[in-house]
């Protein structure tokens, strides 16, 4: 299971970010979510959500030996982990970067987008 | 939590900052955003305080709510009105508002006159005064985008004016992003008087929740049943723009000056579907599950090259029908040209199209003007738009809003339709009695956003609206009946999303299933542990609304005041669907007594002593 974006339609809201901290860390601090929404707003208006893509092969634990079906079940991560990764999939505030767990089983970010912009794809 | 948030006490003067708690008891009685601004800006208004002297305080004041998972996430702007000359305030959107609540404050109160140019950085708890210098001059994006670079933080939202509130420009607004405003009342000017060019934030505090389980639980299923109302699925996949088609077809369209109501088949031009080819996306305003706001690009013809967000309704009225323009492209390239002077779109389009009906009349002429101000004339719409920035030529007049009666000789007057001192918008309410109600009794002056109760036009079961207003209102338009019930209700209703930070498109105002303040209670309780009764919210929309209508009784402004342009008594619609509709003076009277009843307020418009008493305002008497 993975979370697809389609960017054209993200109407920056925000509230995937708001949902994804909510419910992991019991508040609202889009900074502390795993998923962000860079927006070009003063220019194109065009909103692109960045996340982890749930990679078959996850380059982000190259020299680790935690085991990675454990590790995907994580929301908080080391900084080091987002540095690896090919796809600016992780979302770093202060010494924790922060991974799409998909909130094991039923991602909430899905659940509150209304635009189109995430859909999950099994 | 969002209780913990501060009030920062600004004084440019001195380059000082003061920062308080804001007492939960003044939470309870005027929840934040509008209703706190209301609180803090009473403490000092009064009939001799000038507008743009550094005395009048410029106060942001973001919602209970805002920043949090609710029903919108806004701010109003608040200060003595240079547009006017009386009560200013003004609501805006985007990400400004939440932004705030991140960084710490609620409220900004914003005093005094810097010595040089100057812009505010906020980031999460500290407050700092930075050189704006290089500023001056640019519009509001560009300022905006400036800001990003020096600070090197493409996460700074700022909230700025363009030329039009450096250059004191009566109706500036202050903006941020593409197009959000707090448009109306002029509080870019104030702004401008203090030589502050912007207001930059950054917040990454966190917003901490009482019961975060159930308060997500509550919210998903309240937000699943809003998206699932006819209203919200249109505002999404049309915008507000859909409201155009409405008012044209019903007939409560401006059409050059209200002359005319309607532009019948030709409004097919401007209507939400001729948008379609230009829009690329909806957009959000922070928080917000509808998308209501179009992205639009422009790629061939006169404008190509144009991109941006927009336009809204009211601008389409405002500088489309309103000055007889019925070029969409034009539209959408003057009302970003708007956006980026930092002037609001109503304002600006109500005194174009009276300059243009004193042209038609022989008031004026070219040699005055310096353009032919023909209806629909586009260039000289264009021109007049950056001559009002810059307060040039016949824009210097102009810019001056309804004070230019004076200059524009004896009898101009006759042709601005204004109510205290502040011009009618997009619309004409000879068809719809409610509305032009709400537009006589509303505290800043002719406005839609203080009551518009758009449920009207829905010629619901009279049971229904019974049960919404606590007593009987006809469900016909063009009825007077329960009306002044009507208003009165959501006078203020409004005044609570206004001081919660929620929108009006995603509470009751165009469908009878939009939240109200059940989910509001519900809502505050869940995310600040806060004890509000839906008794108790009605009660501080009563305060509010009664403590900005004692700014107005200490102006000596009462029920004479409470009227309409002259036009909408004394001159039927001439043509189109609203034909022969007029507002009839005995029976908007009886409207008028039975709205100031229910807000407890005698037969002149001023509060009752015991209301202001039940309302904890004694201190106003």
């Known amino acids: 299971m993975r979370i697809k974006v389609d960017a054209n339609k993200c109407s920056g809201c925000h509230l995937c970010e708001m949902v994804c901290s909510l419910s992991h860390l019991g508040i609202i601090h889009p900074e502390r979510s795993a998923i962000r929404i860079q927006k070009d707003d003063l220019q194109t208006s065009l909103n692109t959500p960045w996340l982890c893509k749930q990679c078959k092969i996850m380059k982000c634990l190259d020299g680790e030996k935690d085991v990675p079906a454990r590790e995907r079940k994580k929301f908080i991560w080391s900084t080091q982990r987002a540095e690896r990764c090919p796809f600016n999939g992780l979302n770093v505030f202060g010494e924790q970067a922060y991974h799409c767990d998909l909130c094991l089983g039923n991602p909430q970010c899905v659940k509150v987008c209304t635009s189109g912009a995430l859909t999950l794809s099994t | ?621």
Not at chain 2, 541 to 558: A, D, P, V
Request: proline content about 4%; some cysteine; aromatic content about 8%.
């Open chain 2, 1 to 621: 939590m969002v209780l913990s948030r501060k009030i920062a006490l600004i004084n440019l003067t001195k380059e000082s900052v003061r920062v308080s708690s804001i007492p939960l008891d003044l939470r309870r009685t005027f929840l934040g955003g509008r209703g706190i601004n209301m609180y803090l800006l009473s403490k000092v208004y009064s009939k001799t305080l000038d507008p743009l002297s550094p005395q009048n305080p410029l106060i942001f004041g973001a919602g209970l709510l805002t920043g949090t998972l609710g029903f919108g996430s806004r701010i109003n702007i608040t200060a003595k009105s240079p547009e006017s000359g009386y009560l200013g305030d003004s609501n805006m959107g985007g990400d400004f508002g939440a932004e705030l609540v991140q960084a710490g404050f609620s409220h900004l109160v914003v005093t005094g006159k810097s010595q040089k140019p100057v812009y505010l950085l906020i980031r999460d708890n500290e407050i700092e005064f930075r050189d704006a210098r290089s500023l001056m001059g640019l519009d509001t994006v560009e300022t905006q985008r400036r800001i990003r670079e020096e600070l090197g933080d493409e996460k700074i939202k700022v909230a700025s004016i363009g030329q039009a509130g450096e250059n004191l420009v009566r109706f500036a607004s202050i903006h941020t992003g593409m197009k959000n405003a707090a448009g109306r009342t002029g509080m870019g000017a104030v702004m401008g008087s203090k030589n502050l060019k912007a207001v930059a934030v950054r917040g990454t505090l966190g917003i901490t929740i009482s019961d975060p389980k159930h308060y997500l639980r509550y919210y998903l299923s309240e937000k699943k049943k809003l998206m699932e109302t006819k209203w919200v699925q249109a505002l999404g996949k049309y915008g507000t723009p859909i409201l155009f088609q409405y008012s044209n077809t019903m007939g409560f369209l401006s059409v050059r000056n209200n002359q005319w109501t309607t532009i019948g088949d030709q409004g097919y031009a401007l209507e939400a579907e001729a948008l379609e080819p230009y829009t690329t996306g909806m957009l959000s305003c922070f928080g917000c599950p509808a998308h209501c706001r179009h992205r639009y690009s422009i790629t061939e013809g006169r404008y190509k090259g144009a991109r941006g967000e927009g336009p809204e309704y009211a601008s389409l009225g405002s500088l489309g029908t309103k000055l007889g323009n019925l070029d969409l492209e034009h539209i959408i390239y003057a009302v970003d040209l708007c956006n980026r002077y930092g002037l609001d779109t109503i304002s600006t389009g109500s005194y174009i199209a009276w300059a243009m009906e004193l042209y038609q009349r022989g008031f004026l002429d070219q040699e005055q003007t310096g353009v032919p101000l023909h209806w629909g004339e586009g260039e000289a719409i264009l021109e007049l738009l950056h001559h009002i920035a810059h307060r040039k030529g016949f824009g210097k007049i102009l810019s001056e809003g309804s004070f230019a009666k004076k200059q524009l000789g004896k009898g101009s007057e006759a042709y601005l339709l204004d109510i205290k001192n502040f011009p009618i918008e997009m619309t004409d309410e000879r068809l719809s009695k409610s509305f032009a109600l709400g537009m006589a009794t509303s505290t800043r002056g002719a406005c839609h956003m203080r009551s518009r109760p758009s449920l009207d036009v829905l010629g619901l079961p009279e049971e229904v609206l019974k049960k919404i207003y606590g007593g009987p209102v006809s469900n016909q338009l063009s009825s007077y009946a329960g009306k002044g019930r009507m208003v009165w209700w959501h006078e203020l209703f409004n005044a609570v999303t206004d001081s919660l930070g929620f929108c009006r498109f995603l509470t009751i105002f165009s469908s009878p299933h939009a939240p109200s303040y059940r989910q509001f209670a519900r809502l505050i309780k869940l995310a600040t542990g806060l004890n509000l009764s839906v008794k108790e919210l009605k009660t501080a929309g009563e305060r509010i609304y009664t403590l900005e209508r004692m700014m107005l009784i200490r102006e000596g402004l009462s029920r004479k005041e409470d009227t309409l342009p002259k036009r909408y008594f004394d001159e039927p619609v001439p043509e189109g669907p609203a034909q022969g509709e007029v507002i009839l003076r005995e029976a908007f009277d009886q409207m008028l007594e039975e709205n100031y009843r229910l807000h407890g307020w005698n037969k002149n418009g001023v509060p009752k002593k015991g209301t202001l008493r039940r309302l904890g305002l004694d201190n106003e008497d």
